[in-house]
């Protein structure tokens, strides 16, 4: 039987030390029809001549390109997008793993599951040497309401990211969108990128570790405040009048300026304290009143 064409796509900068076990995992997929598109983000040390020396060894399965200049995440991934051929599409970091079996149980569940789009899964958090530190876990009972639609897992969202970007599945117009990744925002695109793809599109979710994700004092998130990117992203969705009435929508819930709310007080919650987060939200917050102030916004009546 034929099976459809999976690209996974693998931005990459000064990764030299884990990139050549990231693409291992990629090729020891147990699921034959596999493609990898390497994005070499400008990187300065090893990375390129390791990519390259893995695609003379898979000529039909890598395909690379190699960016001058480094533009940040965002831009590779996009790269990365455009080169794509499959059917599906999936993101594995440069410093991440996929157990053997992710692609192959991920394209399943969308065979098995039509009414969904795309998929995530869990994942377990290793050190540098392939350790397993901990294991990311839902409690029983969010696990049963992600499981009956889409309104917990929205409503989750909306509080914050909550899954491993690297654990997500799609099929190719998931992606191969519009509005791809944004490249203005250095620590939260994929953040940004989900909760349009969950206005979009049906995600479900599949109970099995299916990445190892590294932690390590290297990655790029260690040497940045992604907080501050989460807070504007999070409001920029919030002034997109479409998307939210369509998350709302999903919820089953009236796009109104109460039933929004919670969502905001949750960042205050978390934030509480924190000098840096607190200036950024109450900017973020100011703006966002002028826009229903001036009209920008266009709220349903409260009372429906």
Same mark, same amino acid.
């Given at each position: 039987?034929?099976?459809?064409?999976? @690209?996974?796509?693998? +931005?990459?900068?000064? !990764?030299? $030390?884990?990139?050549?076990? @990231?693409? *291992?995992?990629?090729?020891?997929?147990?699921?034959?029809?596999?493609?990898?598109?390497?994005?070499?983000?400008?990187?300065?040390?090893?990375?390129?001549?390791?990519?390259?020396?893995?695609?003379?060894?898979? +000529?039909? $399965?890598?395909?690379?390109?190699?960016?001058?200049?480094?533009?940040?995440?965002?831009?590779?991934?996009?790269? !990365?997008?455009?080169?794509?051929?499959?059917?599906?599409?999936?993101?594995?970091?440069?410093?991440?793993?996929?157990?053997?079996?992710? %692609?192959?149980?991920?394209?399943?569940?969308? =065979?098995?599951?039509?009414?969904?789009?795309?998929?995530?899964?869990?994942?377990?958090? /290793?050190?540098?040497?392939?350790?397993?530190?901990? /294991?990311?876990?839902?409690?029983?009972?969010?696990?049963? =309401?992600?499981?009956?639609?889409?309104?917990?897992?929205?409503?989750?969202?909306?509080?914050?990211?909550?899954?491993?970007?690297?654990? %997500?599945? *799609?099929?190719?117009?998931?992606?191969?969108?519009?509005?791809?990744?944004?490249?203005?925002?250095? !620590?939260?695109?994929?953040?940004?990128?989900?909760?349009?793809?969950? *206005?979009?599109?049906? /995600?479900?979710?599949?109970?099995?570790?299916?990445?190892?994700?590294?932690?390590?004092?290297?990655?790029?998130? $260690?040497?940045?405040?992604?907080?501050?990117?989460? &807070?504007? %992203?999070?409001?920029?969705?919030?002034?997109?009048?479409?998307?939210? =009435?369509?998350?709302?929508?999903?919820?089953?819930? !009236?796009?109104?300026?109460?039933? &929004?709310? +919670?969502?905001?007080?949750?960042?205050?919650?978390?934030?509480?304290?924190?000098?840096?987060?607190?200036? %950024?939200?109450?900017?973020?917050?100011?703006?966002?009143?002028?826009?229903? $102030?001036?009209?920008?916004?266009?709220?349903?009546?409260? @009372?429906?």
């Amino acid at each position: 039987m034929n099976q459809e064409l999976v @690209s996974v796509i693998m +931005p990459a900068y000064n !990764a030299e $030390k884990y990139i050549g076990m @990231s693409i *291992a995992s990629v090729m020891r997929q147990t699921y034959g029809n596999v493609q990898l598109v390497v994005v070499d983000d400008g990187s300065v040390d090893n990375t390129e001549n390791i990519i390259k020396e893995a695609a003379l060894q898979c +000529p039909s $399965k890598i395909k690379f390109s190699v960016r001058q200049k480094n533009g940040g995440t965002a831009a590779a991934l996009n790269d !990365a997008i455009e080169l794509a051929e499959g059917e599906y599409i999936c993101w594995l970091s440069a410093d991440d793993l996929y157990r053997d079996d992710m %692609v192959e149980s991920q394209v399943n569940f969308l =065979k098995e599951h039509r009414m969904y789009d795309a998929v995530f899964s869990r994942c377990a958090y /290793i050190d540098e040497n392939d350790k397993v530190l901990s /294991i990311l876990e839902y409690n029983k009972d969010f696990e049963n =309401k992600m499981e009956q639609g889409m309104a917990c897992i929205v409503s989750r969202l909306l509080c914050g990211n909550f899954w491993h970007g690297c654990s %997500v599945l *799609a099929k190719k117009e998931c992606f191969k969108r519009k509005d791809r990744f944004n490249v203005e925002y250095r !620590a939260s695109q994929d953040y940004d990128f989900w909760i349009r793809m969950a *206005a979009d599109y049906n /995600i479900g979710y599949l109970n099995k570790v299916n990445v190892l994700s590294r932690i390590h004092s290297e990655q790029g998130s $260690k040497k940045m405040n992604c907080n501050l990117d989460e &807070i504007k %992203v999070f409001f920029h969705i919030l002034r997109r009048e479409d998307v939210m =009435k369509k998350l709302m929508g999903k919820m089953e819930l !009236a796009y109104t300026l109460g039933n &929004i709310s +919670p969502f905001i007080q949750c960042r205050v919650d978390r934030y509480s304290g924190m000098e840096d987060e607190m200036n %950024v939200l109450k900017n973020e917050m100011a703006e966002y009143v002028d826009c229903i $102030k001036y009209g920008q916004i266009n709220f349903e009546n409260e @009372s429906v």
